[in-house]
């Protein structure tokens, strides 16, 4: 007996930090994604293996988890994902994964994602795409102690997603040969959201007027995407960009991506995701590959990144 489940990565084009206090946010499924296979065992244990993260480890019942190679970062996602949705009998699974780890895109969420899909699959359990979003926040919730339900949403429902509140809609938007990520390894989210927490408390009338005025963009985002005013939606990026540096997220290598996209061509980039490292997004219609170049020859990690219309699949 088997399954298979995958999930996609996604990016954020508008709102991160101010979705942690209320407000909205924008985010797209990206066509980088996580699959989780499933096969019962024979053995008295459970084995879990990733050959694209050199990831392998035995998890007992009796001696807990022993991990024979890799890190154990991603791993704790399906590890929670076993203990809240599995029993415990002896399992195969397999992690592949075209998602950069660690980059704020979504990796976990997708791998949870997937995770928790394969297994209602494996136990034929009948599901739906609110309840695997909900129980994959769930997790993400535990892991990490702190996360909006953004990421889990995104990649459960694909394509583009704005998120008020617990309120998700799917929205209209041409993205299509657009986007290009630049990356770095990024710091803890949870250590980006207790930064911007401090900085509110020392300036909460200042910080509140950005969180307004991001929330604002975010919404005006929204309805740009719809009627798919290119120069705006670019403009708007920069401005929220702009924002994202005031409360204290920026870095100087992410500047130094973002003004490298500008001159190549793109429209708009800014930050993507929690900041103090991680990843940006370049948007810029038609011009991705001069962008990609451009990245690369000066040395950083990027990619081009087209939407997923195709949330989890089993
Ligand atoms: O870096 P990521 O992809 O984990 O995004 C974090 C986004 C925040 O708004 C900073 C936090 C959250 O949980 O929404």
């Known amino acids: 007996m088997g399954s298979r489940a995958s999930a996609p990565g996604k990016t954020i084009l508008f709102g991160e930090h101010a979705v942690v ?9 990206i066509d980088k994604r996580a ?17 694209d993260l050199h990831l392998e480890a035995i998890l007992t019942p009796e001696t ?3 991990l024979k190679k890799g890190e154990i970062g ?12 599995h029993d415990s009998t002896p399992l195969k699974i397999k992690l592949e994964i075209g998602i950069p780890i660690g980059a704020g895109l979504g990796s976990s969420a997708a791998v949870t994602v997937a995770t928790i ?6 136990h034929e359990r009948k599901t739906t795409l609110t ?15 702190a996360a909006s339900p ?42 980006m959201v207790k930064l911007v927490k401090e900085r509110m408390k020392r300036h909460p009338k200042i910080m509140n007027l950005i969180m307004d005025t991001i929330a604002h963009i975010t919404r005006k985002a929204r309805k740009t995407l719809e009627i798919n005013d290119k120069e705006r939606l670019g403009e708007l990026m920069n401005i929220n960009q702009g924002l994202l540096d005031a409360i204290g997220v920026n870095t100087q290598s992410l500047s130094e991506m973002i003004y490298t996209s500008r001159e190549a061509g793109a429209l708009g ?15 810029s219609p038609n011009r991705t590959r001069q962008i990609l170049e451009t990245l690369t020859d000066r040395g950083y990690n990027a990619m081009k990144a087209d939407p997923s219309t195709k949330g989890v699949l089993t």
């Open 35 to 51: 699959t989780i296979t499933i096969r019962e065992s024979h053995k008295d244990y459970t084995r879990i293996k990733s050959d």
């Open 269 to 283: 980039s800014k930050i993507t995701g929690a900041g103090g490292g991680g990843s940006i997004i370049a948007y």
């Open 74 to 85: 991603i791993l704790n996602y399906i590890l929670k994902a076993l203990e809240f949705y």
């Open 150 to 191: 953004l990421d889990t949403s995104t990649s459960t429902h694909g394509g583009l997603i704005y998120l008020d509140k617990e309120k998700m809609d799917q929205i209209k938007g041409d993205l299509k040969d657009s986007l290009v990520i630049g990356y770095t390894r990024s710091e803890d989210t949870a250590k």
């Open 131 to 145: 309840s695997i979003a909900k129980r994959a926040h769930r997790v993400e919730l535990e892991v990490q102690g």
């Open 64 to 66: 807990g988890l022993k």
């Open 117 to 122: 899909a394969a297994l209602d699959k494996y």
């Open 21 to 29: 206090y209320g407000k909205p946010a924008i985010a797209l499924a």
